[in-house]
């Protein structure tokens, strides 16, 4: 049994549902086409790390399907229903109730992500009780908590509005709130706009996912 444990969040790249608004600016097929490359190059960064990998999907009629075919080799799990606070502690909570000791949830928009990030990650996880991965935009694309810590982490994902820029904020308030202890990682960027795919081609390795889709561009 995995006692630590990394789920990568995710959906299934269905146009029209991934990425919406780079497909303002650069239609569906190519921001569906991102989002399949980041996806692919996260899960590449995460199967490298220690922990045992899972991939949580939003739960739509296409995903089973999808995620047996292109990720077989991996343990595959539906998110619960609700916002995206309730579908995190619903993960936390089922992983830890089978026996998980340490998980952390990874987002799938970070292509670029470090490998030194996610050690520091599990490192930090294994010496302090919880950690987060601010994002640039506000948000975090990185939280892990330790079982003994749960159920009482659980306010960490009540009364949070998931589309605004305080999001971090409002967790680490939460978190000093409650006497939560909360470590906070090195930061990072999602790649959800236009603009952030400046910095993504800066960072991006060549024979990447993404970096090929760099390239599909030119």
């Not at 799938?108 to 009780?129: C, G, I, K, W, Y």
């Not at 990072?188 to 599909?216: I, M, N, P, Q, T």
Request: hydrophobic letters at 45%.
């Amino acid at each position: 049994m995995a006692t630590d444990r990394l789920l990568v969040f995710c959906r299934a790249p269905e146009p029209g549902a991934v990425k919406t608004r780079l497909a303002a600016a650069l239609g569906d097929a190519a921001a569906t086409a991102f989002y399949e490359a980041s996806l692919r190059d996260v899960v590449a960064v995460a199967a490298r790390e220690r922990a045992h990998v899972e991939l949580w999907h939003v739960d739509t009629q296409a995903a089973p399907a999808y995620f047996a075919r292109e990720f077989s080799l991996l343990a595959r799990r539906a998110q619960a229903h609700g916002d995206l606070g309730e579908r995190m502690a619903d993960a936390f909570e089922r992983s830890f109730a089978d026996g998980a000791e340490r998980v952390a949830i990874l987002g799938s928009d970070v292509p670029t992500l470090p490998e030194s990030h996610l050690n520091a990650a599990f490192d930090a996880l294994h010496e302090a009780r919880n950690i987060i991965g601010p994002c640039a935009d506000g948000g975090y694309y990185l939280i892990g908590l330790e079982a003994s810590s749960w159920p009482a982490a659980r306010v960490l994902f009540r009364d949070i509005e998931w589309s605004r820029e305080d999001v971090l904020a409002r967790t680490l308030a939460s978190a000093e709130r409650h006497g939560i202890r909360l470590d906070v990682l090195p930061g990072w960027y999602d790649v959800d706009e236009v603009a952030d795919l400046d910095r993504a081609r800066a960072d991006v390795v060549a024979d990447s996912h993404v970096g090929c889709w760099f390239e599909s561009l030119s």
